[in-house]
């Protein structure tokens, strides 16, 4: 991805659902808007052993264990964006567009 095309990626209309009992360090499920026209659900927000934020992506596993995620960032820069946008609206520290 550009640098331009980074920076025309869109991450809004965030919700958070916090998960007082999670497994595997859940700790909330996301969804956002990405450029007004993607809806992405059923991204979780885990705390990893270290204590840092990371976000997963869903994925369905095969009875053969293969794993067919369902989306995910395809570069760095689209990863950085959403998890500015979800992990910053965690911590009250989203953007304006983030936020919406």
């Known amino acids: ?6 920076e025309s990626l869109r991450v809004g209309h ?22 007004g026209s993607i809806h992405l659900t059923n991204i979780a ?3 990893g052993k270290d204590g840092r ?4 992506y869903p994925a369905k596993r095969t009875s053969y264990g293969a794993t067919h995620n ?10 950085a964006a959403l998890e500015e946008a979800i992990l910053g609206q965690l911590r009250g ?3 304006k567009e983030s936020a919406t």
Do not use: K, Q
């Open 1 to 6: 991805m550009s640098a331009d095309a980074a």
């Open 14 to 35: 965030g919700r958070l659902h916090l998960v007082s009992a999670g497994r595997d360090g859940l700790i909330a499920w996301a969804s956002c808007v990405l450029n």
């Open 45 to 47: 927000v885990r705390r």
């Open 53 to 56: 934020l990371f976000l997963t």
């Open 70 to 79: 369902y989306f995910h960032p395809l570069n760095r820069e689209a990863a």
């Open 93 to 95: 520290t989203s953007t």
